[in-house]
T-cell receptor
């Protein structure tokens, strides 16, 4: 069964450093998403991406964050200057196969630890 | 606004017990509703969904019915197993995003 994959599974970085989290969505999907889950809290929507542009973003997704689909398979989340409060599990998701569908399929997550 | 409220955990049951995890939602219109499950050390997996009122989603012995009149989507299973131990998230879809509840941790004792 096709699945969303994410790398790395765990990333440790120093405050102020840039990080790039990588995702490979399901191959025929057209809609891509990032969510995060701070330890012990809700899973929160960050951003959605379609047709090479952001379609919706949350208040969390400020100028420190950016997303990109650099090629036909990868979808990345960049945090330019990490803060302690960026420590969280980051989930990538994808949906759709030609038409917009409800079901979003999630990857296993990347745990980001900012020291 | 749009939100999901689910029962606080943890919930601890013995194997073969009946499970109910309550979930209610607040939303305009009739959003699609979901239950996701997160097993220890893993990501979020879709467990079941319902897209309109009175729909029943089911998977792996779990069921949930979309109740418009009570704005609820309670998760049930007739006989739980140790392998069902996980965190369960009720969620709704509004536009591009999935809005999650806080999650309910379920422990099943052998």
């Amino acid at each position: 069964e096709p699945e969303v994959t994410q790398t790395p599974s765990h990333q440790v970085t120093q405050m102020g450093q840039e990080v790039i989290l990588r995702c490979v969505p399901i191959s025929n999907h057209l809609y891509f998403y990032w969510y995060r889950q701070i330890l012990g809290q809700k899973v929160e929507f960050l951003v959605s991406f379609y047709n090479n542009e952001i379609s919706e973003k949350s208040e969390i997704f400020d100028d420190q964050f950016s997303v990109e689909r650099p090629d036909g398979s990868n979808f990345t989340l960049k945090i330019r200057s990490t803060k302690l409060e960026d420590s969280a599990m980051y989930f990538c998701a994808s949906s759709g196969a030609g038409v917009r569908t409800d079901t979003q399929y999630f990857g296993p997550g990347t745990r980001l630890t900012v020291l | 606004g749009n939100s999901v409220t689910q029962m606080e955990g943890p919930v601890t049951l013995s194997e073969e017990a009946f499970l109910t995890i309550n979930c209610t939602y607040t939303a305009t219109g009739y959003p699609s509703l979901f239950w996701y499950v997160q097993y220890p050390g893993e990501g979020l997996q879709l467990l079941l969904k319902a897209t309109k009122a009175d729909d029943k989603g089911s998977n792996k012995g779990f069921e949930a019915t979309y109740r418009k009149e009570t704005t609820s989507f309670h998760l049930e299973k007739g006989s739980v197993q140790v392998s069902d131990s996980a965190v369960y998230f009720c969620a709704l879809r509004r536009d591009d995003k999935i809005i999650f509840g806080k999650g309910t941790r379920l422990h099943i004792l052998p």
